[in-house]
């Protein structure tokens, strides 16, 4: 009686073990499509950023880097990895897992680096976005002049959106402030906006800060826990003599 619950004991074992396996597998397969239809959406509105937007004026230094770009490059590495993810787990291919976790391992480096350069040169980015800012205000003003001053552009949008004028007031712009600096349509009697965009722009960072914060955090814990399932099924396939298939 002994030897035989101990036989069915072994025959149960991995029974219990695949199923795990299997609920990992498609746990996997689950979560990378759902960051694969987040990644093709953010795709998306940056393309639609692309076509019907454009904010690198304002950043000269950085205009390759605009909002637009940024969404497009950042939705392309979320979509090719969720897929590669999607695909490694469902077909149990090894070379796959191996590269959604090499790929995840370098994002999550990037990331960090990011958020230290950010905390470690927090002085000197401010100082550089303020000059850029000024510099490319100072590009919409010289171009007012000389075309159709009823023409938008990035500093229009950007005024009308967040209420301020200028980088730092409405000096900033001399004798041709537009009328996005006003606080109504008509700009009669002309009141203007009294804050800043610069001190808009901090004052909105600052306020997002925790969020954003918890927002990476959160993000390197899944990328963590999808680098774990990924070692576990990739290590699964090879004890099991399935190779690359």
Same mark, same amino acid.
């Given at each position: 009686m002994f030897k035989w619950k101990l036989t069915r004991g072994e025959h149960h074992g @991995?029974? !219990?073990?695949? /199923?795990?396996?299997?609920?990992?597998?498609?746990? !996997?397969?689950?979560?990378?499509?759902?960051?694969w239809i987040c990644g093709t959406s953010v795709l998306g509105f940056g393309i639609y950023l692309m076509m019907n937007s454009k904010f690198s004026s304002l950043i @000269?230094?950085?205009?390759? !880097?605009?909002?637009?770009?940024?969404?497009?490059?950042?939705g392309t590495i979320v979509t090719c990895i969720s897929f590669l993810g999607f695909l490694g787990a469902l077909k149990e291919n090894r070379c796959l897992l191996i590269s959604y976790f090499i790929l995840l391992f370098i994002l999550m480096l990037a990331e960090l680096s990011i958020a230290c350069a950010l905390l470690i040169f *927090?002085?000197?980015?401010?100082?550089?976005? *303020?000059?850029?800012? !000024? /510099? /490319?205000?100072?590009?919409?003003?010289? /171009?007012r002049k000389t075309v159709n001053s009823t023409i938008k552009d990035d500093w229009d949008r950007v005024q009308s959106t967040f209420q301020c004028c200028g980088v730092h007031n409405v000096s900033d712009w001399k004798d041709n402030v537009p009328t996005s600096c006003c606080q109504n349509n008509l700009c009669k009697p002309?009141?203007?906006?009294?804050?800043?965009?610069? *001190?808009?722009?901090?004052?909105?960072?600052?306020?997002?800060?925790?969020?954003?914060?918890?927002g990476m955090i959160g993000l390197c814990v899944i *990328?963590?826990?999808?680098?774990?399932?990924?070692?576990?099924?990739?290590?699964?396939?090879?004890r099991s003599g399935l190779g690359y298939k």
């Amino acid at each position: 009686m002994f030897k035989w619950k101990l036989t069915r004991g072994e025959h149960h074992g @991995p029974e !219990m073990s695949q /199923s795990c396996l299997n609920c990992l597998k498609y746990t !996997m397969c689950v979560v990378n499509f759902i960051c694969w239809i987040c990644g093709t959406s953010v795709l998306g509105f940056g393309i639609y950023l692309m076509m019907n937007s454009k904010f690198s004026s304002l950043i @000269p230094t950085l205009a390759s !880097m605009n909002i637009a770009n940024t969404l497009v490059i950042t939705g392309t590495i979320v979509t090719c990895i969720s897929f590669l993810g999607f695909l490694g787990a469902l077909k149990e291919n090894r070379c796959l897992l191996i590269s959604y976790f090499i790929l995840l391992f370098i994002l999550m480096l990037a990331e960090l680096s990011i958020a230290c350069a950010l905390l470690i040169f *927090e002085q000197e980015i401010d100082s550089f976005f *303020e000059k850029d800012l !000024m /510099s /490319s205000l100072v590009q919409s003003r010289d /171009s007012r002049k000389t075309v159709n001053s009823t023409i938008k552009d990035d500093w229009d949008r950007v005024q009308s959106t967040f209420q301020c004028c200028g980088v730092h007031n409405v000096s900033d712009w001399k004798d041709n402030v537009p009328t996005s600096c006003c606080q109504n349509n008509l700009c009669k009697p002309k009141q203007y906006w009294g804050e800043g965009c610069y *001190e808009k722009f901090k004052d909105w960072f600052e306020s997002n800060f925790l969020s954003t914060g918890a927002g990476m955090i959160g993000l390197c814990v899944i *990328e963590v826990l999808a680098m774990c399932f990924s070692v576990t099924l990739f290590c699964h396939i090879s004890r099991s003599g399935l190779g690359y298939k």
